[in-house]
């Protein structure tokens, strides 16, 4: 079976290309193979998440794509980032493998594992000659070396085949439309291995990390117009300093801006008398991302007000924690931290008693939820599986309770409108527990204002 040509992607003000220069630059180029014996990290563990996949679709044909570049504006992609299921089941994480499809074949006893990859382009004048210099997309000038198929092969272990060759054959379940195939997928990487939450913890480490760095920037962000972006680039910095970059889109919410739940705007200027709501998390180059939320005073101190929500939320984080352990219910944690939120609420006279689901209006979202290749992990999972299902040892999740006190709800006094807190930490289940994860971050209004103050004075 050959090889279909292709034309290079250009763009319109792209240069022509003269038959001179073409033959000039098809000749006098180094060989520049990889190091001999480099591995994709975790490749010894891919295998068996491989056999266990197989084990659930007998003789089926299973198609897990990496996915397609996708246009940001006219000529220009967003940066490519693997599908997770294709990352985990492969360890490939880099952006070249944009397009890439793993498929396993039955082959009687189970599976073989194919890689079709678009390999290194030739630069020898043939059908893709022109490739590694003319394709903005897929050029080797224009985006880096990819390996070729052998290189591949050592790197994963994997029997890797030319992109080409797959169109041809028959079509299998695919990840990307086949609910069953996404679901199972989702729920195999629900329990993670020690190395996983090695790199877990990595992502975290990296994490608290960008939470000092915002610290001690907070003079120059309380002086710039536009605050918010500041510690926004700051956290930013950091993620692409340590890491593949951030795992989602990080919120700098000052002031009101910390009650809209997922504000990524990040344009507002901070005042000293707010709260800052900073929810961040560092990816990794293997792509396991952290995901935590501190609510920092930005004046360095707690107003009495903004402490009495700050503790409120604290004291539903603590018994959500508590509530983590295996063989529990996984929505324990969840009813364990709002049963504390209503009570409070009702404490206060915001509510009138603490039963039902009233309380909604001032938290409105669950507690928690899985993490690792994804922030939002094992998403597909089914309920029985995931949101119904219980807690085991190797599950990584995160337990974030907040208080959104919107600035225009008339149901609460004029001093808590206008308040958002969240905290928000990443805990690994154990044999007898859970172990915090991100616990080298402060999280009582004591140690946060204790920490705050050392980094500020420093």
């Known amino acids: 079976m050959t090889e279909t040509p292709a034309r290079p992607y250009t763009a319109g003000h792209d240069l022509p290309v003269s038959p001179e220069l073409a033959a000039f630059m098809a000749e006098g180029w180094a060989p520049s193979p990889l190091p001999d014996g480099t591995r ?8 068996a998440r491989r056999a266990r996949l197989s084990a659930r679709f007998p003789g089926e044909r299973l198609i897990v794509p990496a996915g397609e570049l996708r246009v940001r504006s006219n000529d220009c992609d967003h940066r490519f980032r693997p599908h997770s299921a294709y990352v985990w089941l492969t360890g490939l994480a880099g952006e070249d493998q944009a397009g890439h499809v793993l498929v396993l074949e039955p082959d009687g006893a189970g599976h073989e594992a194919v890689l079709y990859i678009r390999p290194r382009s030739p630069r020898d004048g043939g059908e893709r000659g022109e490739e590694f210099y003319r394709d903005r997309r897929y050029g080797e000038f224009w985006v880096g070396r990819r390996p070729d198929l052998a290189e591949a092969g050592r790197l994963t272990g994997i029997r890797c085949a030319h992109l080409d060759r797959l169109a041809p054959l028959p079509p299998g379940r695919d990840a990307a439309t086949d609910p069953e195939l996404a679901s199972v997928l989702s729920e195999l990487r629900l329990i993670k291995d020690v190395w996983e939450v090695a790199q ?13 760095d915002v610290v001690r920037a907070l003079p120059r962000a309380l002086a710039h117009r536009r605050g918010e972006r500041w510690i926004e680039g700051v956290f930013d910095l950091r993620a692409r300093a340590e890491g593949n970059g951030t795992g989602y889109e990080t919120i700098a919410a000052s002031g009101a801006h910390a009650c809209v739940l997922h504000w990524t705007r990040n344009d507002g200027r901070l005042h000293r008398d707010d709260l800052l709501l900073l929810d961040a998390g560092v990816e990794t180059d293997t792509l396991y991302t952290a995901d935590i939320t501190r609510t920092l005073p930005l004046s360095g101190r707690f107003s009495p007000v903004q402490r009495q929500v700050y503790d409120l939320v604290l004291a539903a984080q603590e018994a959500g924690i508590a509530a983590l352990r295996p063989g529990a219910a996984y929505g324990d944690f969840h009813r364990a931290c709002v049963r504390v939120i209503a009570e409070g609420l009702a404490d206060w006279g915001v509510l009138k008693n603490p039963r039902g689901d009233l309380h ?18 094992c998403a597909r999972a089914r309920a029985a599986e ?10 990584v999740l ?3 309770p907040g208080l959104y006190l ?3 709800d008339e149901t609460l006094p004029p001093e808590l409108r206008g308040i958002g807190v969240r905290i928000e930490d990443d805990l690994v289940i154990t044999e007898d527990g859970a172990r915090l994860m991100s616990g080298a971050l402060p999280r009582t209004a004591d140690a946060v204002e204790s920490w705050m103050g050392a980094l500020l004075d420093g």
């Not at 994709?40 to 295998?47: H, R």
């Not at 001032?362 to 939002?376: A, F, Q």
């Open 398 to 400: 995160t337990v974030e």
């Open 406 to 408: 919107q600035p225009d």
């Open 386 to 395: 995931y949101r119904d299902g219980t807690l085991a040892v190797g599950h």
């Open 200 to 212: 877990l913890q990595a992502a975290v480490d990296h994490t608290t990390a960008g939470f000092v």
């Open 360 to 377: 909604r209006r001032y938290t409105l979202c669950n507690s928690g939820h899985m993490l690792g290749l994804d922030v939002h992990d």
């Open 40 to 47: 994709v990290p975790g490749a010894d563990l891919t295998p």
